[in-house]
């Protein structure tokens, strides 16, 4: 069965510092891997996607991921953290069919100190 | 990208009464989905919702205690029937976009507090 884990369910980092959040998967077939954003009282927004071709992706908001099947990893990074960054981070994967295989880590709450 | 609204986007209620959450996306979609989202945690899919059938429950949900309608292909309702605090949680609704219909797209979230 297909799951998704994030190890670090909080991360407290200074403005402007780097970031990256870990996402550890396990599924069977070809994955479709998915990072999200939550800001406090908002429903989720997607930050990036990856099916298929280069492994490095990015997304919205100045945010990339790296897929490493060898590692089973798909861990968020962003160069430089603003305040605005703060929020709860999902990383989700699934098969992309229309039938929804989709499996959410347990999420990671993102902190930023001024 | 799928544009999705849901009304309401909170609501305190009484134990033991039901509350009916409402779901709409910009375009025709086959299957929309709901999810539970309990205080501190990750996502749990309720159900899948077509249009047209009776929705599909995952474990430990049923329908008695989530009845969901779909009358469209825009349009979903989630009822939480006789609540409990233990229902306190955020619900989602979602509904696929993307040129292959293959990125799951999520509503604002209704954020139901049951006293």
Known sequence: AQSVTQPDIHITVSEGASLELRCNYSYGATPYLFWYVQSPGQGLQLLLKYFSG????QGIKGFEAEFKRSQSSFNLRKPSVHWSDAAEYFCAVGSGSLNNDMRFGAGTRLTVKP | SAVISQKPSRDICQRGTSLTIQCQVDSQVTMMFWYRQQPGQS???????????????ESGFVIDKFPISRPNLTFSTLTVSNMSPEDSSIYLCSAPGGPRADTQYFGPGTRLTVL
């Not at chain 2, 899948?48 to 599909?56: H, P, R, V």
């Open chain 2, 43 to 57: 996502l749990t899919l309720i159900a899948t919702a077509n249009q047209g059938s009776e929705a599909t429950y």
């Open chain 1, 54 to 57: 280069d492994t490095l992706v």
